[in-house]
């Protein structure tokens, strides 16, 4: 076996009822391009039959890692831990430049200090107006991501909320990597609702990052390393439930048993984990006290529909808020093209399917578009902001928190984005 073993790929029956399902077989209309192109690459490669040129690469990097193809497939194939199982193949015979400069990425993104230097001067201007205003005027994507970061929330979660009555169970939140730097509001409004749900909350501020973007950049042994320590982390809090507010990190930390197979800790993790949503959707929430008047799309973000099967708890929740009325939103659940790190490692296909996406959201009416992933928010907000759109990008716990008068929506002030 080179990377993945041979009865997993002969799983596929080579239908093509996938294809129409994949985003970038749709955009490019090519076979090594569809989720059954990729697996036929895939077994020449764990074959021996093909050699990792650049072109095969090429194919298998612009898998956006959606699993779109999973949903779709009537043969149960698991593309997604086939194709996770072929990068770091794949990543160990790139050039050494490139394996560097990837490697590099994904420590600066998963580790505390390299992050803070980065996202330290982010946090200072991001959000502003001005600084829209300017990504509208200069063709920069990063300058539009930079204005669509939340403005920075002063203060850390306390380790432990406690809810107002007797507790129903206790919940270990996992706060982030990325997302706990730059969406700090988002995790208080997810633990403050938690509690008015009866949650009892232990932030696990030791758990780093869960190693799902490391994972993206085909970094393995990273990934494993990560995710020892976030498993370690989580599992010491002895709670009911792990709950992650990031679609990405809740799908991998599913996935535990899997990437940690020698490690009982992590096997427990994967077996208690829940997205905060799907958490307060089975447990309640009170009636929410405020008014929320304003037509709301949802976007499925690709790790939550696709990896966690959880779409319908966004939509009962917000459903339950006065004033609110949910609109239908075209390809829902097509990937944004944020997909962990592809936006930062295929600009030019992440930025077809932003377009696909804000041209449905655009006909969908919405006055509020909301995903529950912190990378699809900022990859959808920096997207509305560059082309003008009056819409709001918001995570739905921001907008169920507003509702319950314990936060507020993100989006920089200028709100609509004019
Ligand atoms: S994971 Fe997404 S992009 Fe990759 S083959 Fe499947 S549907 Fe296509
Ligand atoms: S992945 Fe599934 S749906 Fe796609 S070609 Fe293979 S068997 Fe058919």
Same mark, same amino acid.
């Given at each position: 076996m080179r990377f993945v073993e041979r009865e997993r790929l002969q799983s596929?029956?080579?239908?093509?009822?996938?294809?129409?399902?994949?985003?970038?077989?749709?955009e490019l209309g090519t076979e090594p391009d569809s989720p059954r192109g990729r697996i036929a690459l895939m077994r020449a490669l764990e074959d021996g039959a093909l050699e990792p040129t650049p072109d095969v690469v090429r194919h298998l990097d612009l898998c956006l890692g959606c699993r779109a193809c999973e949903t779709a497939c009537p043969s149960g194939v698991r593309y997604g831990s086939i194709i996770e199982a072929a990068r770091p193949f794949v990543e160990g015979r790139r050039p050494r430049a490139v394996r560097l400069a990837r490697r590099a990425l994904a420590v600066a993104l998963t580790s505390r200090a390299t992050r803070r230097?980065?996202?330290?001067?982010?946090?200072?201007?991001?959000?502003r107006a001005p600084l829209a205003r300017l990504a509208r005027?200069?063709?920069? #994507?990063?300058?539009?991501?930079?204005?669509?970061?939340?403005?920075?929330?002063?203060? #850390?979660?306390?380790?432990?909320?406690?809810?107002?009555?007797?507790a129903r169970g206790t919940a270990v939140l996992l706060t982030g990597c990325i997302a706990e730097d730059l969406f700090a509001a988002t995790n208080r409004a997810t633990a403050?609702?938690?509690?008015?749900a009866g949650v009892r909350v232990v932030v696990a501020r030791d758990a780093g990052c869960c190693g799902a973007l490391a994972l993206h950049l085909g970094q393995r042994d990273r990934a494993r390393t990560l995710a020892r320590r976030a498993a370690y982390a989580l599992a010491s809090a002895r709670a009911d439930w792990v709950v992650s507010n990031a679609?990405?990190?809740?799908?991998?930390?599913?996935?535990?048993?899997?990437?940690?197979s020698d490690d009982p800790r992590a096997r427990g993790v994967a077996e208690r984990t829940r997205d905060a949503l799907e958490l307060l959707a089975e447990l309640g929430l009170?009636?929410?006290?405020?008014?929320?008047?304003?037509?709301?799309?949802?976007?499925?973000?690709?790790?939550l529909a696709h990896g966690q099967g959880v779409r319908d708890a966004? #939509?009962?929740?917000?459903?339950?808020?006065?004033?609110? #009325?949910?609109?239908?939103?075209?390809?829902?659940?097509?990937?944004?093209?944020?997909?962990?790190?592809?936006?930062?490692?295929?600009?030019a296909m992440a930025e077809r399917l932003l377009a696909r996406k804000l041209d449905r959201v655009a006909a969908s009416g919405a006055d509020v578009v909301v995903a529950a992933n912190p990378g699809c928010v900022l990859q959808m907000r920096a997207g509305a902001i560059r082309r003008g759109l009056r819409v709001r990008v918001e995570h739905p716990i921001d907008v169920l928190?507003?509702?319950?008068?314990?936060?507020?929506?993100?989006?920089?002030p200028f709100g609509d984005t004019t």
């Open positions: 596929c029956v080579h239908c093509g009822l996938c294809l129409a399902s994949c985003p970038t077989y749709v230097v980065l996202v330290g001067p982010l946090r200072a201007v991001g959000g005027a200069v063709p920069a #994507r990063m300058l539009a991501f930079a204005a669509a970061l939340p403005r920075a929330v002063r203060g #850390r979660l306390p380790r432990v909320v406690e809810p107002a009555g007797a403050a609702l938690l509690a008015r679609a990405g990190c809740g799908a991998l930390l599913r996935e535990y048993d899997a990437l940690l009170p009636d929410a006290p405020h008014a929320v008047r304003c037509a709301v799309a949802v976007h499925d973000p690709c790790h966004p #939509r009962t929740l917000l459903a339950a808020v006065p004033g609110l #009325r949910l609109v239908e939103l075209a390809e829902s659940d097509w990937c944004c093209g944020s997909a962990g790190t592809y936006n930062l490692t295929e600009p928190a507003a509702a319950h008068g314990v936060g507020q929506m993100t989006s920089p």
